[in-house]
């Protein structure tokens, strides 16, 4: 995935005017296209990670004396009812503070929606990879820095409103990205575009942002050693 980051793949074309000369676009584009071989990593790396969460599970039932089933697991709900329903089978005779400590860890408890929580995001990758065709990899953009970054006119006339980003759109599918209207309309004008804009990997139709997809390491991590002193560590 670096190497192919390193390849500075995501583009955007120069400013295009619309026929009646009132608005420039920028449309993105991807050069080379993502190699297939991304999805099968990203498949490997999540089911990797929800797997060790399992193993995590299966450990801590033989720690209190239970004997591991393949109905143990760790359960990922969005919902009280639905982690009770669960937690019968999948947390079956652990100790009560182990199984409080997950509960606690769910993303029903969440600050935020329990849809963003990272818990939530491993388990929509996983299911997704195990039951449906390996995520799509696409772009997304984000926002531009107005003092570094802009239109400025290079032929014609008119005044170049604030330009606008179209958040979250696809570069690896040609939406247009950026535009700026063109006050008044001058069919002959020019336009060209300075500075950065933000641009992100993307994965599969919830659109799950890069980073947010490695940080998944480090939330698995933490809620391994968050039970290590149990075991001795």
């Known amino acids: 995935?670096?190497?192919?980051?390193?390849?500075?793949?995501?583009?955007?074309?120069?400013?295009?005017?619309?026929?009646?000369?009132?608005?420039f676009e920028m449309f993105g584009f991807t050069e080379p296209e993502p190699p297939d071989y991304l999805g099968?990593?990203?498949?490997?790396?999540?089911?990797?990670?929800?797997?060790?969460?399992d193993h995590l599970v299966g450990q801590l039932a033989l720690l209190a004396?239970?004997?591991?089933?393949r109905a143990h697991?760790?359960?990922?709900?969005?919902?009280?009812?639905?982690f009770t329903k669960r937690a019968g089978k999948a947390l079956a005779g652990l100790r009560e503070d182990h199984v409080a400590a997950i509960e606690r860890l769910q993303p029903l408890n969440s600050p935020i929606?329990?849809?963003?929580?990272?818990?939530?995001?491993?388990?929509?990758?996983?299911?997704?990879?195990?039951?449906?065709?390996?995520?799509?990899?696409?772009?997304?953009?984000g926002d531009a820095d107005p003092e570094t970054a802009g239109f400025r006119l290079t032929a014609g006339a008119?005044?170049?409103?604030?330009a606008?980003?179209?958040?979250?759109?696809?570069?690896a599918h040609g939406e247009p990205v950026l535009r700026v209207a063109l006050d008044p309309p001058d069919p002959a004008a020019k336009a060209e575009w300075y500075g950065q804009f933000d641009v992100r990997m993307v994965f599969g139709d919830r659109r799950a942002r890069q980073e947010s997809v490695q940080a998944l390491q480090g939330v698995v991590t933490v809620i391994v050693e968050h039970f290590a002193e149990d075991f001795g560590g």
């Not at 004396?65 to 089933?69: I, L, N």
């Open 1 to 23: 995935m670096l190497e192919y980051l390193a390849l500075e793949p995501f583009r955007v074309t120069a400013p295009v005017l619309s026929d009646d000369g009132s608005l």
């Open 164 to 171: 606008q980003v179209n958040l979250g759109a696809s570069v």
């Open 113 to 141: 929606s329990p849809d963003e929580h990272p818990l939530a995001l491993l388990q929509w990758l996983s299911n997704t990879d195990k039951h449906r065709v390996i995520h799509s990899f696409a772009s997304s953009v």
């Open 65 to 69: 004396g239970a004997a591991p089933t």
């Open 158 to 162: 008119g005044t170049l409103r604030p």
């Open 73 to 82: 697991l760790f359960p990922i709900s969005s919902h009280a009812h639905d």
């Open 40 to 53: 099968l990593v990203l498949g490997d790396y999540v089911n990797n990670l929800r797997g060790a969460l």
